[in-house]
């Protein structure tokens, strides 16, 4: 991903009105889509981002915007996870965030992808990955990612 094609600009957060107590904040993005940089064909995922938020929350309308931003951008499956993460992070300076990228089947290859931010000195633990529903679990029936760690 270059900082041409990134399209963290259309990211927008507010202010954390209850900033003084840790709670965890979870979405699950079924629908992102990016293009393979090699091939140039589409690829596909669900995406996970779970956070203890810090100073800031992101705004909901404004992450959709960003991820779908990603539609016709060439990138790597490591980079879309790594540069969602760098982006809310930037952006929020959580007290922790996990995004998780479980893309389709491409080339008889299942990829998933895990990266973690966790602020110096945060010693807390998110919650849990909510129950699921089946559009929601990685495997039908399953609940939250299926990498999941507590």
């Known amino acids: 991903m270059t900082d041409d094609t990134a399209p963290r600009t259309l990211l927008e957060s507010f202010d954390n009105r209850t900033a003084e107590r840790d709670y965890t904040i979870q979405f699950t993005l079924p629908e992102f889509t990016c293009l393979c940089p090699r091939s140039g064909f589409p690829d596909f995922a669900l995406i996970?981002?779970?956070y203890v938020p810090?100073?800031?929350?992101?705004?909901?309308?404004?992450?959709?915007?960003?991820?779908?931003?990603?539609?016709?951008?060439g990138?790597?499956?490591?980079?879309?996870?790594?540069?969602?993460?760098?982006?809310?992070?930037?952006?929020?300076?959580?007290?922790?965030?996990?995004?998780?990228?479980d893309f389709n089947v491409r080339g008889n290859i299942k990829t998933v992808v895990r990266a973690v931010h966790r602020q110096a000195g945060f010693a807390g633990e998110p919650d849990g990955w909510w129950p699921g529903r089946d559009e929601h679990a990685a495997v039908p029936g399953q609940a939250g990612p299926a990498t999941s760690v507590n």
């Open 54 to 73: 810090g100073p800031r929350c992101v705004e909901l309308k404004s992450l959709k915007m960003y991820i779908n931003a990603f539609r016709n951008v």
């Open 75 to 101: 990138v790597f499956h490591e980079d879309v996870v790594n540069g969602i993460l760098s982006d809310l992070v930037e952006l929020l300076s959580p007290r922790y965030c996990e995004v998780i990228g």
């Open 48 to 50: 996970h981002v779970r």
